[in-house]
T-cell receptor, first 115, second 115 residues
């Protein structure tokens, strides 16, 4: 089965530093998403991206966050000035045509630790 | 806005027994999709089963079935013949029928299967 790839698997950073989390969605998918999961808690939606622009975002996705698709394959999440509460697992996901019955394919996640 | 509620933080079951994980949802949309994902301790998100709001029959995928009661707005996951490997966190999620709309997840239920 095709896979969503995320790098790095673990990222440790100091508070106030910028981090970029990277994802390679499945090649023929059109819709891309970022979710986060604080340890042991629910999977929270951050942002969705289609046709080179944000299509939806949650309250969590404030001005500190940005997403980009710099080329035809990568999809990145940038956190400009990390806070302790940004520590979480960040999942990238993609979907083909964005149809209601299409499952999300998730990457294996990046565990972000802000010290 | 749609909402997913999972009221069971933890469930315990013996091997080979069946277990039902509860999920209720709320949406004003008539067309929507319901999903269940499994998250083992390794952290990846594994798709289990999908039910469309207009599907007349309950979805089944191997040992997984979805008990869909539209009038009650419930979409319970039934796992038959539990196995030790079923021990994991289980998330119910939904999306509405607009292209690319993100899946929104419940808080999850931790299932523990004992021998």
């Amino acid at each position: 089965e095709p896979e969503v790839t995320q790098t790095p698997s673990h990222q440790v950073t100091q508070m106030g530093q910028e981090v970029i989390l990277r994802c390679v969605p499945i090649s023929n998918h059109l819709y891309f998403y970022w979710y986060r999961q604080i340890l042991g808690q629910k999977v929270e939606f951050l942002v969705s991206f289609y046709n080179n622009e944000i299509s939806e975002k949650s309250e969590i996705f404030d001005d500190q966050f940005s997403v980009e698709r710099p080329d035809g394959s990568n999809f990145t999440l940038k956190i400009r000035s990390t806070k302790l509460e940004d520590s979480a697992m960040y999942f990238c996901a993609s979907r083909g045509q964005g149809l209601t019955n299409e499952k999300l394919f998730f990457g294996s996640g990046t565990q972000l630790s802000v010290l | 806005a749609q909402k997913i509620t999972q009221t069971q933080p933890g469930m315990f079951v013996q091997e080979k027994e069946a277990v039902t994980l509860d999920c209720t949802y709320d949406t004003s949309d008539q067309s929507y999709g319901l999903f269940w994902y499994k998250q083992p301790s390794s952290g990846e998100m594994i798709f289990l089963i999908y039910q469309g709001s207009y599907d007349e029959q309950n979805a089944t995928e191997g040992r997984y079935s979805l008990n869909f009661q539209k009038a009650r707005k419930s979409a319970n996951l039934v796992i038959s013949a539990s196995q030790l490997g079923d021990s994991a966190m289980y998330f119910c999620a939904m999306t509405i029928n607009q292209a690319g709309t993100a899946l929104i997840f419940g808080k999850g239920t931790t299932l523990s299967v004992s021998s």
